[in-house]
């Protein structure tokens, strides 16, 4: 028997196991915790909400008012931009006049490190009135219940952050739905499993990471993250080293990704999977590990013989069955249209990872940087437009 059949053998029984387990966490997750009581409002903390704007996103208006419009007792919502003839300001302004005794916009011109949207937010976080504080990306639209979902860990004094997961729920879009099905199907999942394999969460991710004052204030504020790339991450990392528990909300977030396009958000995942590399270090490369459907359609396609392909095909319906338990449990039925794009999807994750394996240039929002050994950023080339 063949080195190479020996290996990718093993390889789809591990990426197997991986789906198994990932079904079986998000099973859990998301079927105990709704089970949970839930605080009374009155009893909830106040919160700042912190919103970075950098341009004008296409439904911009629809999701800044969903974040003036919660069903929670005390709140504020703080716009900042670093430009003055930033195209969101009109719209801004609007939002502000509509919502006056719950919405605030700022300029926030300073520049203060490489990444300029904790530039942004940490100029807001001067203006914030409240004991709990919320960042959130401009381009993520909420329901009624967004707030009183993610605050309710806080009843435990011990819990420092919260955060959650994000999806495009409704993609009309190639590019939109590739991004969608990877955030539900894979990124959730894997969060999930590394919170199981490291005894909880030791990090914060995607567009909304909740954090009381005082633990902000213990870990340095957001200038931690100023010159770092993955602030969410790096957030919630400076908190669970301070000792605090790091939370995940079962609220998903609906992130609007209806203009990318295929090579964009190919991109946009090459970019985090070289920040995760960055922040997470040698556990990057055990992804190697959960690839099954890749690894079982080469194993079938170099050695054509029954027990392959029944190797081959239970691979693929252990993930097929993963990926219908993520997208109900989630609550994102439209994706089941997008399903046809599985197997596309995990041959580009795969890519996409060995991408993240080598280099170090990141292209984010029109700027070309480059991370250091320690995670730094640098800024290498200016530039208008994606290419």
């Known amino acids: 028997m063949s080195l190479v059949l020996i290996l990718l053998t093993l390889l789809s029984c591990t990426g197997a196991l991986f789906y198994i387990v990932a079904g079986a966490l998000t099973w859990q997750f998301f079927t105990n915790l709704r089970k949970e009581k839930t605080a009374p409002l009155e009893t909830l903390p106040a919160v700042s909400i912190l919103v970075p704007v950098c341009g004008l996103e296409a439904r911009a208006w629809q999701n800044w008012s969903s974040l003036c419009e919660q069903n929670y007792p005390v709140y504020e919502v703080l716009f900042g931009v670093q430009n003055p003839n930033d195209p969101a300001i009109p719209v801004l302004q609007a939002i502000c006049e509509t919502y006056p005794h719950r919405a605030r916009w700022y300029f926030c011109s300073q520049i ?37 979902t993610l605050t309710q860990p806080l009843a435990d004094p011990e819990v420092g952050v919260v955060t959650c997961g994000y999806i495009d729920h409704q993609p009309q879009r190639l590019g ?24 909880g969460l030791r990090f914060a991710i995607g567009p909304t990471v909740l954090l009381r004052r005082e633990v902000l204030e213990k870990i340095g504020g957001f200038e931690i993250a100023l ?13 669970w080293r301070a000792g605090y528990r790091v939370e995940l909300s079962t609220y998903i977030l609906d992130n609007d990704c209806g203009n990318d396009s295929f090579l964009k958000a190919v ?40 027990w392959t392909l029944g190797l ?55 700027r070309w940087l480059r991370l250091d050994r320690h995670g730094q950023l640098q800024e290498i080339v200016k530039d208008s437009q994606e290419s």
């Open 267 to 306: 991109q946009r995942e090459l970019r985090w999977s070289r920040s995760i590399r960055s922040n997470r270090g040698n556990q990057y490369f055990g992804i190697v590990l959960t690839f099954g459907t890749v690894y079982s359609a080469l194993l079938w396609g170099l050695f054509p013989t029954p």
């Open 112 to 148: 203060r490190g490489v990444n300029l949207k904790t530039s942004n937010v940490s100029q807001l976080f001067a203006h914030a009135r409240y004991g709990v504080v919320v960042e959130t990306d401009s381009d993520v639209r909420v329901r009624s219940n967004y707030l009183a």
């Open 312 to 366: 081959f095909l239970t691979v693929q319906g252990i993930r097929w069955l993963q990926a219908v338990i993520s997208i109900v449990l989630m609550g994102t039925p439209r994706l089941l249209l997008w399903l046809w794009l599985l197997p596309l999807r995990d041959v580009m994750s795969f890519l996409i990872w060995l991408g993240g394996c080598f280099g170090n240039r990141i292209y984010w929002r029109g």
């Open 176 to 199: 939109a739905a590739f991004v969608a099905l990877g955030r539900c199907l894979d990124f959730i999942p894997s969060v999930l499993v590394a919170r199981r394999l490291d005894g």
């Open 227 to 239: 010159n770092r790339v993955g602030e969410d991450y790096q957030l919630g990392y400076a908190a």
